[in-house]
């Protein structure tokens, strides 16, 4: 993945960490988070994540911008959302998804740990 595409170049003062075949870049600023989340190509969280978590979805809200990638994101009410870089990305909590094609996808993402829903004004589920 890294070669020289800066996209995966070392981030500065980042602590990494790998879930699940996720690697996680995060940077603290302020209150906040800023994370680079690079999923591999055949990821998804049903299959890859939700033995860990141990919830039926995935219960974080994610909002940024994706750079690199295709992922595709479903409720349990049938609704899809399908997002391609480049391309702001926001998703409620209670999804599943996945990367879509041969290529990672790569997200900034913003957050608040525990605060993310409340400070970013998200809901707490998907709604119509």
């Known amino acids: ?7 995966f170049g070392p981030i500065k003062g980042a602590e990494r960490r ?3 075949g996720v690697q996680v870049d995060a940077v603290r600023t302020g209150a906040a988070r800023v994370k680079r989340i690079v999923y591999a190509p055949g ?12 919830t039926e979805y995935c219960m974080h809200a994610h909002v940024g911008f994706l750079v690199r990638g295709e992922i595709h994101v479903e409720y349990p009410d049938g609704c899809v959302h399908e997002f ?3 391309q702001v990305v926001a998703i ?13 996808a790569v997200l900034i993402e913003i957050d608040f740990e525990g605060d993310t829903i409340e400070k ?5 589920g ?3």
């Open 92 to 104: 409620e909590p209670g999804h599943d998804g996945w990367v879509v094609g041969d290529q990672a």
């Open 126 to 128: 998907h709604r119509h």
């Open 18 to 20: 790998e879930v699940a």
């Open 120 to 124: 970013l004004g998200m809901p707490d």
């Open 43 to 54: 990821f998804r969280w049903s299959k890859d994540m939700k033995p860990i978590t141990g």
């Open 84 to 86: 391609a870089a480049p």
């Open 1 to 7: 993945m890294a070669g020289s595409d800066p996209i």
